[in-house]
């Protein structure tokens, strides 16, 4: 069996994923200790995982530095990386949506600017719209462009709707669901597509509370 290399965000999704898939056959237990190590080698040496950052998962995986990967379908529509995705793991669920101060209305007579960390999936929502958008593109707490007038919305990530809320802002508009997908690399798929699949098919066993 050949070795697979799986590309695993960092943090709490990455968390849970793991969970899933050392219950799938794949533990690898110096992964809970804590330390700086960002690559670890199952003690069967069926799976080497990587740390990276959850933006990052599509890139490793998609140049083949990673077999396969655990990405936010946030990540796949805004990259739009050319990899096959193979499962919804349904975990890491939340909305794409479009929010901005309570009662806003969009007054369009004037170019709307739009705050987000997702501009490609910003620009695709507002063309499909013919809505003229000037895109600001910022690395984190977007919720705070529109309180501070630096734009008019936001395009972003709502799970509980906490943030929004503490922010004196509302849901505009919803863009997509999002969840983890498991994806894999096109190449890898085909040279090894044995261990590939029965991964998926294991960690689909495991999302259902099925034994390995
Ligand atoms: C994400 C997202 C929202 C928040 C939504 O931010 O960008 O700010 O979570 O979650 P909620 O609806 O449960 O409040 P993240 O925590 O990734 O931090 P960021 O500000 O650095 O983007």
Do not use: W
């Not at 799976?47 to 140049?63: G, N, S, T």
């Not at 739009?80 to 909305?95: H, K, N």
């Not at 987000?116 to 003229?132: C, D, G, L, M, Q």
């Amino acid at each position: 069996m050949r070795m697979m290399n799986i590309a695993l965000p960092k943090g709490r999704l990455g968390d849970k994923a793991y969970a899933v898939l050392a219950r799938a056959g794949y533990a690898c237990p110096a992964i809970g200790e804590d330390s700086r190590q960002l690559t670890f080698v199952s003690p069967d040496r069926s799976v080497r995982y990587f740390l990276v950052k959850p933006a990052d998962v599509a890139i490793y995986v998609e140049r083949g530095a990673a077999d396969v990967g655990i990405a936010g379908k946030d990540i796949l529509l805004e990259y739009a990386p050319d990899v096959y995705e193979l499962l919804d793991l349904g975990m890491g669920r939340c909305r794409m949506c479009v929010a901005g101060p309570k009662g806003f209305a969009d007054d369009h007579a004037r170019t709307l600017r739009v705050a987000t960390k997702f501009p490609h999936i910003a620009a695709r929502h507002y063309s499909a719209r013919s809505r003229e958008i000037e895109l600001i593109h910022l690395n984190g707490s977007i919720e705070l462009a529109p309180i501070v007038g630096l734009s008019d919305v936001i395009v972003d990530i709502v799970e509980t709707g906490a943030t929004l809320r503490e922010n004196g802002l509302d849901v505009l508009e919803e863009i997509v669901p999002i969840s983890a997908r498991l994806i894999a690399n096109k190449t890898a798929f085909k040279f090894k597509r044995e261990e590939i699949r029965t991964l998926a098919e294991r960690t689909q066993r495991s999302l259902a509370g099925k034994p390995a």
